[in-house]
């Protein structure tokens, strides 16, 4: 007799072959949190950790055929990830479509550690129109909170901003403040608050030298997971930033570029 298989979280993003980020880090991740992954590539991506240097979307009748494929299996959470295009993202909004009640985590992957833009003006207009209104949270970053609602004009009135997208149909969002602290925090910590129109919540966690290639899929994926594991949003929220912090403070570091966050158990 086999054990019964985990909660499933669809995931819906890019490969990254160095693994610390896309599908492979948001399977690692889910794996850890007590999930299994589904995952189907949107893109297939040419970097290394330092940057991005190629995107090559995923075409969408694969996509589509991918999930097809997984449709007699019970799914309890959907990740999307990032969405190099137009056409991918028509397809991962009918995705999701087809999956009522189901909780999604979207993480707005819109530039990579390295730089290298991911996105565009007109596929973020599109992105806010089409997927946000079918989004439960987004986990977006200062950084990307303020690209996703440029009609705001106080670069640093984050509540405004996630109020904005709150009434394009998002149920809520998870800000964090890893890249681009709020202004007035102390130096030595990472502030992540979360927005809901029932509830604010705020989390301050030790700041971790060096820098991380991954960082925001593992707690988009880790976030997914306790969803679909059945934990309510805003203890899911913290487990995840939990995992998180626990995962980059074990993280390894290459010869080169950013550090890969370790979302495997590892002793010693």
């Known amino acids: 007799m086999g054990t019964p298989l985990p909660p499933v979280v669809l995931v819906l993003g890019g490969h990254d072959p160095t693994g610390g980020a896309g599908i492979v880090a948001d399977s690692e991740a889910i794996a850890a949190c007590g999930g299994w992954a589904f995952t189907i590539p ?3 991506t040419v970097q290394n950790c330092r940057n991005v240097s190629q995107v090559m979307p995923v075409a969408p009748a694969l996509i589509h055929a991918m999930v097809k494929a997984l449709k007699d299996m019970e799914i309890a959470a959907i990740k999307v990830g990032l ?3 137009e056409a991918t993202l028509q397809v991962v909004e009918t995705v999701i479509r087809s999956f009522p009640g189901i909780p999604v985590v979207v993480d707005p992957v819109l530039k990579a550690g390295g730089g290298a833009e991911l996105s565009t003006e007109g596929l973020l207009d599109s992105f806010c129109q089409r997927l946000l209104p079918l989004v439960d949270i987004l ?12 009609e705001i004009q106080n670069i640093n009135d984050d509540t405004a ?7 394009q149909g998002c149920q809520a969002v998870l800000v964090t403040g890893t890249d681009d602290p709020i202004p007035g925090s102390e130096g030595n910590v990472v502030t992540h608050t979360l927005h809901a129109p029932e509830t604010t919540r705020q989390w301050q966690w030790p700041r971790l030298e060096g820098s991380f290639h991954g960082s925001g899929c593992t707690l988009a994926a880790a976030l997914a997971a306790r969803l679909a594991v059945g934990e309510r949003l805003p203890m ?6 939990r995992f998180t912090w626990q995962a980059l403070s074990q993280s390894y570091r290459p010869s080169q570029g950013q550090s890969l966050p370790c979302r495997l158990r590892r002793d010693g």
Do not use: F, H, K
């Open 83 to 85: 969405i190099a295009d």
């Open 161 to 167: 901003r996630a109020v904005a997208l709150i009434r």
């Open 42 to 44: 949107t893109a297939l």
């Open 236 to 241: 899911a929220c913290e487990q995840a930033q």
């Open 139 to 150: 986990t977006p970053n200062r950084l990307e909170l303020a690209r996703l609602t440029p």
